[in-house]
């Protein structure tokens, strides 16, 4: 069964697509945080988005992956609803055992890796394709080995989180992530909370998953990383898309200017 194809359909959206956003919308009380957000992330590419701080670039990814509802708008990953909220509460809601099948598919690295402090970092490997996905110990074990071999980290294993630095534990929060094979990739600032010098290890896993064909969307800071790895670049400001459009054409010759601003600021 290929329900994705049927709503790629049915919205007019190229099947290629992985993240379709059209209009997202997102409140807290009166607080709008998202005032129609719209992106397109075809499959196999990446998405960088830039923008400040409160801009609502971290409530997006939550819509993403349904780890907040959206008040309006489309949202689809790979053709399947995580929201679908249309103006005057037409609402297409999912059952909730659907949306959790569905965040399984999607995996998010945060700023502060998340990993489980009681777990090796095999162990953190092994838990959600065991628990979540029911696969026998011995194949999620081997898969995990191999995605260490992937991010350097087979010698670590056996290691706590509290054993590794910010670098090697972000490196273990990626492969965790991968090991549930999920269809889309989020990073949520991925290297904002390690030491200058541990950055470039994690940025060159980044880039090696992105030459894989993997589809990523990153929130970050890291202009360069954006400019040469990213497919789009996205500048986020006031809960709405400021521009998007091609990293270096953006970063060089930013239309708007509170990209102009914002780029003369961090870069
Ligand atoms: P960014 O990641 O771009 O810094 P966020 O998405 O974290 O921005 O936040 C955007 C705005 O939404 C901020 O004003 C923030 O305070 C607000 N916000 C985020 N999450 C919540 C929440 N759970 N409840 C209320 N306000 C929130
Ligand atoms: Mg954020």
Redesign the pocket.
């Known amino acids: 069964m290929n329900a994705s194809a049927g709503h790629h359909a049915r919205f007019g959206i190229d099947p290629t697509t992985m993240v379709y956003a059209s209009g997202i919308r997102k409140s ?2 009166n ?1 709008d ?1 998202l005032k129609g957000v719209d992106l397109v992330v075809p499959t196999g590419s990446v998405a960088c988005i830039i ?10 990814l939550r819509c993403i992956n349904h780890l907040e509802e959206i008040n309006g708008g489309l949202m689809l990953v790979d053709g399947d609803f995580v929201g679908y909220r249309l103006e005057r509460d037409r609402l297409y809601e999912l059952p909730p055992a659907a949306i959790c099948e569905r965040r399984a598919d999607i995996g998010m690295v945060f700023q502060q890796f998340n990993l489980f402090p009681h777990m090796t970092v095999l162990e953190n490997l092994v838990e959600a394709p065991v628990r979540v996905r029911g696969e026998p110990v011995k194949d999620a074990t081997a898969r995990a080995l191999v995605l260490l071999e992937r991010v350097g980290l087979a010698e670590k294993r056996a290691a706590y989180p509290r054993q590794l630095s910010g670098g090697q534990q972000q490196r273990v929060a990626i492969a965790r992530a991968l090991a549930m094979n999920p269809k889309v990739l989020l990073f949520d600032e991925p290297t904002s909370a390690l030491d200058p010098e541990l950055v470039g290890e994690v940025l060159e896993v980044m880039k090696d998953l992105a030459l894989g064909g993997i589809t990523m969307v990153v ?1 970050t800071h890291e202009i360069g990383f954006a400019r040469e790895v990213a497919d789009q670049l996205v500048f ?1 400001d006031g809960g709405v898309v400021v521009e998007a459009g091609d990293p270096v054409e953006i970063t060089t010759n930013p239309r708007s200017p509170r990209t102009r601003e914002f780029l003369a600021r961090v870069l």
């Not at 923008?51 to 997006?60: E, W, Y």
Request: no cysteine.
């Open positions: 807290y009380g607080l945080v923008g400040p701080s409160g801009s609502g670039k971290s409530t997006f929130v986020m």
